[in-house]
């Protein structure tokens, strides 16, 4: 089987619990805090290995503590990372995470090195990118990489997986190259410039994106599920799995390495976006990014668990 390559951030995340954001210019006072691997490339590729998948990670550290942890920590997981380069100009990058008692998060990042990621040291490693199975990418790295990635990508015919977030617009000579488009209601709202708030506004928006030329698209929804059109033009809603929300900050990744590990199984893309709010369930039930992803029988178990209950 081919390997997933992910192209994406690396960053050490502060996560800081409290009862509730604070207001502008007001101080409050912390209930805990905690340190964590992270980065949205991070954690997706964690979500994989975690998952039993070979994953291939390609990003850029700082030459310091932070990023010689962020490595350590992905060998153990598993995840191949003898394509993250080390600079000596700018830090590893950082992330403080602000999480309410509700599991809710604000987040605050710090690119540093993952602006280095640019589209020549990319070039360095097309024989990585054109053998992939999938090319997974989001936009923590700079722009001008994500469309030299995508039209790499495209020349091979790797399927690409868009992440857009943090968002910004994307190119229209680019989006009819993209194989799925993940994205939450928020991101598709800005992509449209239209309120999304319910299951049949996020239907109608992935009809829309889907006439833009993505040949799949799928929406997340946090706790109202994921909504779905795939190539067939087949729209479907997917509830989410109930769980008590801890720390919703890497259920979005989850949900990714979710996807991903189920399309690199054959699965449909229903059965994949089934597994992925499985995944992102148990990841948001507990605290912090990378420590919350779980592992595949966690999540076999937990599918087990609510098919019974649902009989």
């Given at each position: 089987?081919?390997?997933?390559?992910?192209?994406?951030?690396?960053?050490m995340?502060t996560?800081?619990?409290?009862?509730?954001?604070?207001?502008p210019?007001?101080?409050?006072?912390?209930?805990?805090?905690?340190?964590?691997?992270?980065?949205?490339?991070?954690?997706q590729a964690?979500?994989?290995?975690?998952?039993?998948?070979?994953?291939?990670?390609i990003g850029?550290?700082?030459?310091?503590?932070?990023?010689?942890?962020?490595?350590?920590?992905l060998n153990?997981?598993g995840?191949?990372?003898?394509?993250?380069?080390?600079?000596?100009?700018?830090?590893?990058?950082n992330?403080?995470?602000l999480?309410?008692?509700?599991?809710?998060?604000e987040?605050i990042?710090?690119?540093?090195?993952n602006?280095?990621v640019?589209?020549?040291?990319?070039?360095?490693?097309?024989?990585?990118?054109?053998?992939?199975?999938?090319?997974?990418?989001q936009?923590?790295?700079?722009?001008?990489?994500?469309?030299?990635l995508?039209?790499?990508?495209g020349e091979?015919n790797v399927?690409?997986i868009?992440?857009p977030?943090?968002?910004?617009?994307?190119e229209d000579?680019?989006?009819?190259?993209?194989?799925?488009?993940?994205?939450n209601?928020?991101?598709?709202?800005?992509?449209?410039n239209?309120?999304?708030?319910?299951?049949?506004k996020?239907?109608?928006a992935?009809?829309?994106?889907r006439?833009?030329?993505v040949?799949?698209?799928?929406?997340?929804?946090?706790?109202?599920?994921?909504?779905?059109?795939d190539e067939?033009?087949?729209?479907?809603?997917?509830?989410?799995?109930?769980?008590?929300?801890v720390?919703?900050?890497?259920?979005?990744?989850?949900?990714?390495?979710?996807?991903?590990?189920a399309?690199?199984?054959?699965?449909?893309?229903k059965?994949?976006i089934d597994?992925?709010?499985?995944?992102?369930?148990?990841t948001?039930?507990?605290?912090g990014?990378?420590?919350?992803?779980?592992?595949?029988?966690?999540?076999?178990?937990?599918?087990?668990?609510?098919?019974?209950?649902?009989?």
């Amino acid at each position: 089987m081919k390997n997933v390559v992910i192209v994406g951030s690396l960053n050490m995340d502060t996560v800081i619990k409290l009862d509730r954001f604070p207001r502008p210019g007001e101080t409050l006072h912390g209930l805990e805090q905690f340190k964590f691997p992270g980065g949205k490339g991070l954690n997706q590729a964690t979500a994989l290995a975690r998952l039993g998948d070979k994953v291939i990670l390609i990003g850029m550290v700082g030459q310091d503590r932070e990023g010689q942890c962020l490595i350590d920590g992905l060998n153990h997981e598993g995840v191949d990372t003898q394509f993250i380069g080390i600079s000596d100009e700018v830090f590893t990058g950082n992330a403080v995470i602000l999480v309410n008692k509700s599991g809710d998060n604000e987040i605050i990042v710090m690119h540093g090195a993952n602006k280095k990621v640019e589209p020549q040291f990319i070039d360095k490693l097309r024989s990585i990118i054109t053998a992939a199975g999938f090319l997974l990418i989001q936009f923590e790295v700079p722009l001008e990489t994500v469309a030299f990635l995508i039209r790499l990508a495209g020349e091979v015919n790797v399927p690409v997986i868009i992440n857009p977030s943090p968002y910004y617009p994307i190119e229209d000579q680019l989006i009819d190259q993209i194989d799925y488009l993940v994205l939450n209601e928020n991101e598709a709202g800005l992509l449209l410039n239209m309120k999304i708030d319910s299951t049949d506004k996020a239907l109608e928006a992935v009809l829309l994106i889907r006439q833009k030329g993505v040949k799949n698209v799928i929406l997340t929804m946090g706790e109202q599920g994921a909504v779905y059109i795939d190539e067939t033009r087949t729209r479907d809603h997917l509830p989410a799995y109930s769980v008590k929300v801890v720390d919703t900050t890497a259920a979005g990744d989850a949900f990714l390495g979710g996807l991903l590990h189920a399309l690199m199984q054959n699965c449909s893309l229903k059965e994949a976006i089934d597994f992925a709010n499985a995944v992102g369930a148990l990841t948001a039930s507990k605290i912090g990014a990378q420590s919350s992803l779980p592992k595949f029988d966690d999540v076999q178990a937990f599918l087990a668990a609510n098919r019974q209950s649902a009989n």
